[in-house]
């Protein structure tokens, strides 16, 4: 428990100190939310003046970091200038389709990585081994983006998949199963890509662990003593192989959400990523906040499930 | 999201026409009779930020507002005239101080509430309150003080101009009449700015356009439906819109906008670059879709000289620069060396116009045909910097008066290939004149915070562009106190007679209102902006669109929006 706590803590005040240098930064970019509108020559500069002091751009950086933290307390966020709304609201919409895309894409490619990746360790050292290696150190290789550029291509030569977006324009007429259908067909490209990105490295990771408990003297023993080789493989060598696993879990979820951030923006997945570029681009400074804070919750959270799954797994550490 | 969409109800039966009654004084248009039914789907580059008219500043927002919201008169697209819209008709008075403006009587709004004046006056009451601080009120304030608005009875509105204004009736366009008996309430609370936020629900906003709100989905699309009560009908009585449904995908970038446009997930598309219009082309038999070039936009491109008093101390350089760029004879050399021919053929693919003029010979009304266009000659750029005391030296570089080199940079949008592309271009043709020139990409923010706020600069390549074709849309560019006055921000008093003899003229034409003696005064204007050069006009890139074959009195014009302006006639065929 204390355990946790501590973690828990921690947290926080990596929450706290994200929210302050992004503050800052964002102060360091130069121009402000406003400065677009000065190329329209029918708003007279003082509209502008006025609307920034609408919005408090006028006050100094303290005051506003100030203002800022309280209205995260009361849950807003900040206000968005380009939404005329508090930031929280907008997010929660948006988030959702994301994790619906990072959660999706992080169960297929741990699936198929703990697959290939056992198969992988069990075959060390045969030619469909090294067959294996040398494809996922190619895709290892391969820019998520020129991935995702190809698969769109692919998409718009052949239509076959949805060049884009989540539902189809008409989404709301269909039936509850065309829907579930129509939805997974739009989430086909941006998943296939992410899992791309991913596998690669997860595969190396379960191939090694695994190999590395495979080949330890008790696996040899237990082999001698006729311990049938699927019983070992689940029953024995799968929880040793386990730990550095769980704690690449927490990692591979935070990756995968700035991957995915990517991923969004090239295939208008409505997420986070459109979003979040909008907002940088515009200026808009407490999405962009909102925006980095979450993605800090997403990694903050990955690692403590990870930690909390280490934590049931290997009774060492319950003891330290 | 995706879970309340999966069990919402599906959708119900599109929302028929209301019957025509004889009280109602509806507009007949001219097109040819459509068909009801069926939907057209456009995609956006940006979410639409709000639907708040009296607060939107974003460019998606106004495309969707601008077919919910109806203006009292309207600037038609195609002829650049304004025309009668909820107002039947209007008189000027002859000192043109005062604008009576008879309404459509028995109109209603697309929540079925019936408009009147008081209408009318609620919304002009809004968007001139400053503490609202609307982008309108900047237009309705007219010689520094703001139009005032009387009701003379249910149908009829009297306007009264502090000074006399010419085309005031152009004022009026894009000024969307507010429903009263929504919005009284948030404005006397003084909520009005975040008022019909995209989260109010569809039933609490109302307007006079053709479509009514019908569903935001957050990221992904906004829906319309047809009004039903809609002000306008065809020669055979059918009341408009046809079209049942008008959705707007948000798709962020050009490229993936084409996409979706070719995989038939939209019906139209504009915006588009000569690159992607070219790429285009070749599926368009195939596709069923057409695409058009409109010819040159309103849009010009330009190269702008710091000629700001006001430098930043750091940038020393910049304070030497200025002696050579504040040289008449420098910046004509400049302009004469540019190969205006080349940034049309390599950047718009020949689908542009070379410009000497910052009207664009899309503005028929406005543009003096008779500007000279000085040919591109390097022998005579040379002859004019001659005179003004630069030399060569022996490697061929171009030497000041005190003999440093003259190096400067040109500021770029990172963003914008197509400027980036310009400038790379006007290195090479300022290589012939001995000048060595750095072209510098700068994310678009950092650049405006450059020319706008910090002054920290030597040149820059931008584009400003009109909504409209009248010289008072671009005021502040030519005002020496005008916002928009880029090359020297912030003057209070003119910094040379040619700006002083240009704030003359542009005075004179705001309160001159015959349009021939106005012509003559911009004229004027652009002579001499023509012979000082604060701009160097480079290109106006064409108006490319494209749309469905399917889709009936498709008529794309230059002026914005180019595609959907006349959607309430566009029909499926």
């Known amino acids: 428990m204390r355990f946790l706590l501590g973690r828990l803590m921690r947290s926080g005040f990596l929450l706290v100190g994200v929210s302050l240098l992004s503050f800052l930064l964002l102060q360091l970019a130069p121009g402000d939310f406003f400065d677009e509108m000065k190329l329209d020559p029918q708003i007279s500069p003082q509209t502008i003046a006025g609307l920034r002091t609408q919005f408090g751009l006028d006050r100094s950086l303290p005051v506003r970091y100030g203002l800022w933290l309280q209205s995260a307390a009361r849950g807003d966020f900040g206000y968005s200038f380009a939404y005329n709304s508090p930031v929280a609201p907008l997010l929660k919409t948006r988030v959702r389709n994301t994790a619906l895309l990072a959660g999706v894409s992080t169960l297929i490619a741990w699936l198929l990585a703990l697959v290939i990746g056992v198969w992988s360790a069990m075959r060390a050292g045969h030619w469909d081994d090294r067959l294996c290696t040398g494809v996922m150190s190619i895709s290892l290789a391969l820019p998520d983006v020129l991935v995702a550029l190809a698969l769109l291509l692919v998409a718009t030569r052949t239509g076959v998949f949805p060049v884009g977006g989540m539902v189809s324009t008409d989404f709301a007429d269909l039936t509850l199963w065309q829907k579930a259908r129509d939805i997974g067909a739009h989430m086909m490209l941006p998943v296939l890509a992410l899992v791309f990105g991913l596998v690669p490295t997860l595969v190396r990771h379960v191939r090694s662990s695994v190999a590395e408990a495979l080949s330890a003297p008790w696996v040899r023993a237990a082999r001698a003593h006729g311990i049938a080789p699927g019983r070992l493989l689940l029953r024995h060598v799968l929880p040793v192989a386990a730990n550095p696993l769980i704690s690449l879990f927490g990692v591979s979820l935070a990756t995968l959400l700035s991957v995915s951030l990517l991923i969004e923006i090239i295939m208008s997945w409505p997420g986070l990523g459109p979003f979040f570029l909008e907002a940088i681009m515009a200026r808009d400074v407490y999405v962009v906040i909102g925006t980095v804070l979450l993605s800090t919750v997403f990694l903050v959270a990955g690692n403590l499930i990870a930690d909390g799954l280490l934590f049931a797994a290997d009774p060492r550490i319950r003891r330290s | ?573």
């Open chain 2, 1 to 573: 999201m995706y879970v309340s969409l999966l069990v919402a109800p599906s959708a119900a039966v599109a929302q028929r026409p209301q019957p025509i009654t004889p009280a109602e004084d509806l507009l007949i248009t001219g097109n040819d009779p459509g068909k009801y039914g069926g939907r057209v789907v456009v995609a956006l580059r940006a979410e639409p930020k709000t639907l708040n008219p009296v607060t939107a500043l974003d460019q998606p927002s106004r495309e969707v507002m601008g077919r919910m919201m109806a203006d009292l008169l309207h600037i038609n697209a195609l002829s650049q005239q304004a025309e009668p819209a909820l107002a039947k008709s209007w008189k000027v008075s002859k000192d043109g101080l005062r604008y009576t403006l008879t309404l459509r009587r028995n109109l209603r709004f697309s929540d079925g509430h019936a408009m009147n004046a008081d209408d009318v006056l609620f919304t002009f009451q809004v968007l001139l309150d400053e503490k609202i601080n609307s982008p309108q009120r900047d237009l309705l304030t007219i010689g520094g003080k703001p139009i005032s608005v009387q009701k003379v009875d249910d149908a009829t509105v009297l306007f009264e101009l502090a000074s006399p204004y010419a085309a005031a009736e152009r004022l009026f366009d894009s000024m969307e009449i507010l429903p009263r008996h929504l919005l009284q309430d948030a404005y006397h609370a003084g909520t009005l700015a975040r008022a019909w936020n995209l989260t109010t629900p569809p039933s609490q906003i109302a307007g006079m356009g053709p479509f009514r709100l019908k569903e935001y989905v957050p990221g992904q699309k906004l829906t319309l439906e047809r009004n039903p009560y809609y002000w306008k009908m065809d020669r055979s009585r059918q009341r408009l819109p046809y079209l049942d449904e008008l959705v707007f995908l948000f798709v962020s970038s050009e490229d993936a906008q084409v996409l979706r446009f070719e995989a038939g997930e939209a019906d139209m598309i504009q915006r588009l670059s000569a690159d992607n219009y070219s790429a285009l082309q070749k599926d368009a038999v195939s596709r069923h879709f057409r695409l058009f070039d409109l010819g040159p936009s309103l849009d010009y491109n330009f190269l702008l000289f710091n000629l700001n008093s006001a430098i930043p101390k750091e940038a020393a350089d910049i304070v030497r620069h200025q002696e050579w760029f504040r040289n008449v004879n420098f910046r004509q050399a400049v302009s004469e060396a540019v190969d205006r021919a080349a940034i049309v053929r390599l950047v718009f693919h020949g689908r542009g116009t070379a410009l000497w003029s910052s009207v664009t010979p899309a503005n028929k009304l406005w543009l003096d045909a008779s500007l000279p266009h000085a040919p591109r000659s390097i022998e005579h750029a040379k002859q004019l910097l001659r005179k003004s005391g630069f030399s060569w030296n022996a490697e061929g570089a171009l030497l000041d008066k005190s003999g440093a080199p003259v190096e400067f940079s040109i500021l770029t949008s990172a963003s914008n290939a197509q400027r980036s592309q310009m400038a790379t271009l006007i290195q090479d043709d300022l290589k012939q004149l001995g000048m060595k020139v750095q072209a510098v990409p700068l994310e678009f923010k950092s650049m405006l915070d450059r020319v706008f706020q910090t002054h920290n600069y030597d040149t820059a390549i931008m584009a400003l562009g009109g909504g409209d074709v009248d010289p008072n849309s671009q005021i502040n560019v030519w005002m020496s106190n005008g916002g928009s006055h880029l090359w020297n921000l912030g003057e209070t008093k003119p910094a040379t007679d040619w700006e002083a003899q240009i704030d003359t003229l542009m005075n004179q034409q705001l309160t001159t209102l015959d349009y021939k003696r106005r012509k003559q005064l911009y004229d004027r204007v652009q002579e001499i902006a023509a012979q000082q050069l604060p701009f160097i006009n480079l290109a106006s890139p064409n108006v490319l669109v494209g749309a469905r074959e399917r889709i009936g009195n498709f008529q794309p014009a230059i002026l914005d929006h180019y595609t959907l302006w006349n959607v309430e006639q566009l029909y499926i065929k």
